[in-house]
C-alpha cells in the first residue's frame, strides 16, 4: 500500500508563486512515476506534470514554462512550482503515484489539495 499526503494549496493573489508537496509513503516501488493532477469545478481531472524515477518528465501545455516538477533524493517526495499563477489555475491538485516495479502495476492517489487564485 502507498500513502500520499498532499501540502501548500491554498489562497493565493494572480501572479503569486507556490510550491506544492507530495509526500509518499510505503510500497512506492524501484521504478514509478509520480505527478500532479488538477480538477477544476465542473471539469475532469487532467494532467498537470509528472516525473518518473528515471527522471523523465511529461507535462500538459497549458502549464509548461510557468510549472516545473522535482523530487528529493530518496525520490518520495515531488513537488510542484507554480509560478505566475492565474485565476485558470483554480482547482484540487491531486498527487498520484503509478507503481511499475515490482509488479503488479498499482495507482495511487492523495486526497487533493486546493489552489484558489484571487483576482
Known amino acids: 500500500q502507498v500513502h500520499l499526503v498532499e501540502s501548500g494549496g491554498g489562497l493565493v493573489q494572480v501572479g503569486e508563486s507556490l510550491r506544492l508537496t507530495c509526500a509518499a509513503s510505503?510500497?512506492?516501488?524501484?521504478?514509478?512515476?509520480m505527478g500532479w493532477y488538477r480538477q477544476a469545478p465542473g471539469k475532469q481531472r487532467e494532467l498537470v506534470a509528472t516525473?518518473?524515477?528515471?527522471?523523465?518528465?511529461n507535462s500538459s501545455d497549458s502549464v509548461r514554462g510557468r510549472f516545473a516538477i522535482n523530487r528529493d533524493s530518496a525520490k518520495t517526495t515531488v513537488y510542484l512550482e507554480i509560478h505566475n499563477l492565474k485565476p485558470e489555475d483554480t482547482a484540487v491538485y491531486y498527487c498520484?503515484?503509478?507503481?511499475?516495479?515490482?509488479?503488479?502495476?498499482?495507482?495511487?492517489w492523495g486526497q487533493g489539495t486546493q489552489v484558489t487564485v484571487s483576482t
Open positions: 498520484n503515484l503509478k507503481r511499475l516495479l515490482p509488479l503488479p502495476p498499482s495507482e495511487y
Open positions: 510505503g510500497r512506492t516501488g524501484s521504478i514509478n512515476i
Open positions: 516525473l518518473a524515477s528515471g527522471g523523465m518528465t
